[in-house]
């Protein structure tokens, strides 16, 4: 199956909304839609219906819009069969588990941290990544119930992807991010060179997404807390202290 078309949309005050669609089809999927009228906008400029609804996890401004898009055009709802929090799905998926939609294979990754339940779907043939809140363009989701350990090691799993994967993530958080970012990290030139681009991205009323892991490996402090740098920064050696550090750091930035 060749690459699907991804339609970035603007939802509520800084949420992303996905619809993903093979090029000439009319009917697609919806991944966290909270902003009804603007998946309705989405769809009406594509001319499709939405027949699958992905959730990454249960926080409202992920799922706000769920239950009214399937009564509207009868969408399949996907979610963690261990959520109990979000919509009711229509198919519960699990961790590693792959499925199918519309010739599209979707790999599940549980990643704990944001929430317990939170999951990332990875289009592997095409290393494509809805990463939801776990992690942003140079930054990382507050840690609501999980813990560092948890939170790091969902990290990771991410960071073993390939390094061209494009990361399509819940929020436009990046220029905040990269503030904080450039805080513990200033003399980063990779760093530095994302956040003129950023600067100009929002000037121009752009988004900063999709990312690329490899752009994130670089760039991103909570990706780099396994680095030289940042075990001399904190004077630790243990990546999940560092983490920890790291994450009460920026909430308090």
Known sequence: M???????????????????????????????PSDYDMCLKILELND????????????????AAVDKIKSKFNSI??????????????????????FEIHGQKYEVIHTPGHTLQHINYFIKEHNILFS???????????MFEGDPKMFWESLLKIKSLPLDTKIYCGHEYTL????????????NQNLKKLADWANQQEDEHRPTIPTTLKDQTLCNPFLRCDSEYFYSYYDSK???EIFAKMRSAKDNF
């Open 238 to 240: 243990d990546p999940e």
């Open 77 to 98: 709802i996907i979610g963690y069969s261990q959520d109990n929090q979000i919509p009711k799905p229509d198919q519960t998926v699990d961790e590693g588990q792959i």
């Open 132 to 142: 939801g809140d776990t992690l942003f363009n140079a930054g990382c989701g507050r």
């Open 48 to 63: 499709s219906i939405a027949s699958h609804i992905l959730i990454t996890h249960h926080h409202e401004d992920h799922v």
């Open 2 to 32: 060749g690459i699907p078309n991804i339609y970035l949309f603007p939802q509520l005050s800084d949420n992303y909304g996905y619809f993903i669609k093979n090029p000439h089809a009319t009917e697609g999927v919806l991944v966290d």
């Open 176 to 187: 905040s991010n990269i503030k904080f970012a450039l805080s513990i990290d200033p003399d």
